[in-house]
Each structure stands twice: as C-alpha cells, then as structure tokens.
C-alpha cells in the first residue's frame, strides 16, 4: 500500500512562499508520476501541478504558472510544491497524488489518472 504524506500547509499572508513537502511511504518514486491537486471551500478537487517519472517536463494550471515549481527528490522519496507570492485564491487543501507509470516524460494532468493519494494539508491565505 503506498502513503503519502503531505506537510507544509500553514495560515501565510499574501505574497507569502510556502513550501509543501510530499513524503512517500515507496522503496524509491523513480518509476512514479507525481501531481498536486487542490480543493477550495465549496469546489471540486482541481490540477495544481504534475512532474513526470523522467522529470523531463513539468506543467502546471495556468493559474499558478510562474508562482509556484513542482519537483522531486527521488533519493529522498519526496515531492515538493514550491509556491510563491500566494493569492487568497489559493487557499485550498493541497493533496500529494502518485501514479505508477515506469519512464516517462509525459506529465499526469486529471485526477482520474493518479492511483495513490495523501490526506492532504491545508494552506491559508488571508490578504
């Protein structure tokens, strides 16, 4: 059974620059695509950000293009969501998803796709 852990969420100001942290319960994520998703008060769980098993591409929500980077350290078994200068349209629960594909470089973009999820943690932006 793979576990993912997320950490990171907290209560920030706007402009703020949270880092979450997703922690996976796997020998090595090497072979996994791996995605953050979010679900706001009151919306339907949305695409955040996707980075392949190969790391060779990455693609995000327009949204959050040029504020938040996804990455992974696969030695560390963790995936990261850098986010900057944050919105109070932000404020969601972040959730850490993993999908075993072996190599690629295809990033994973609909919820549908992923097998494995965390619980989630929650970010708070006030402005």
């Known amino acids: 059974q793979v576990q993912l852990v997320e950490s990171g969420g907290r209560g920030v100001q706007a402009g703020g620059s949270p880092r979450l942290s997703c922690a996976a319960s796997?020998?090595?994520?090497?072979?996994?695509?791996m995605g953050w998703f979010r679900q706001g008060p009151g919306s339907e769980r949305e695409f955040v950000a996707a980075i392949p098993s190969n790391s060779a591409r990455t693609s995000y929500t327009d949204s959050v293009k040029g504020r938040f980077t996804i990455s992974r350290d696969n030695a560390k078994n963790t995936v990261y969501l850098q986010m900057n200068n944050l919105k109070p349209e932000d404020t969601a629960v972040y959730f850490c998803?993993?999908?075993?594909?072996?190599?690629?470089?295809?990033?994973?973009?609909?919820?549908?796709?992923?097998?494995?999820w965390g619980q989630g943690t929650q970010v708070t932006v006030s402005s």
């Open positions: 796997l020998r090595t994520i090497n072979l996994y695509a």
């Open positions: 998803a993993a999908k075993w594909t072996g190599a690629t470089n295809s990033p994973l973009t609909r919820a549908s796709q992923y097998d494995h």
